[in-house]
């Protein structure tokens, strides 16, 4: 029962100066009150405030200096830390995931390594991120989110398989999706990427090789998009003397 109440009391400074920090009531570099106000404050012992202080230190979001104090850390995790979600995971083979590991991956991977560089930011990468809600990347974007320790989530795809989840319902986290729609219900910058674009330039290629006949392959029914992809091919296809058939 002791262990219980410690517990409680070290869940209670956890959520009250977190709170207070991502509300800016305490701001980076702001001393914390010391061990005996805070047990006075929320009324539990000492041994609980500190293990609620080591789990912040944890978290990022207070540093501890020796024979001075705690305070809010300089770069609190909801100022400073970004997740870039793949649905992909360059560890798995794409016969064991699904879902390969492109170029597209590669050059978001280096980008973000740069940005993080040049700005001093974290950009924390999260792999495997799809339906299966055991991931080990997914369990722990969730805990990230649910304990408010990033400042935003970038996804590189369409994050339709996440619906439900924290990651896309927890507010007061902006988000940022490369998607050729919007998510229903979430609130979301998309960035759009022109796929008429990218299905000419495959075009183009196939009749370059002299092909004329086309059939297409996806993975994305459950958003409309094939109903968009389909009508950009109906009018791409005769500009090139191309056909295809509704039942490729």
Known sequence: KMEDRRLRGAARIIDGIRGQIIRGALCPGAAIPSHLSLAKRYGISTVAVQNGLNALSSQGF?????RVGTFVAKNPPHLNDYALVFCSDPALAPPASGRSWTRYHVALTNEAL?????????????????EHADSEDRVRLESYVESQRVAGIIFTTAPFLLRGSPIL?????????????????????VVNYDFTLWYA????????????????LGLSSATGHHL?????????????????????
């Open 62 to 66: 207070v540093e501890a200096r020796p």
């Open 114 to 130: 740069r940005l993080q560089k040049e700005t001093g930011k974290r950009i924390l990468h999260f792999h495997g991120i799809d």
């Open 169 to 189: 319902t927890q507010p007061g986290i902006p988000r940022v999706a490369v998607s050729s729609a919007p998510e229903p219900g979430v609130d979301m910058l």
């Open 201 to 216: 330039k495959a075009l183009d290629f196939l009749a370059g090789q002299g092909r004329r006949r086309v059939a297409t």
């Open 228 to 248: 968009m992809m389909e009508a950009c091919l109906r009018r791409l296809l005769p500009e090139r003397g191309m056909l295809t058939k509704s039942r490729w």
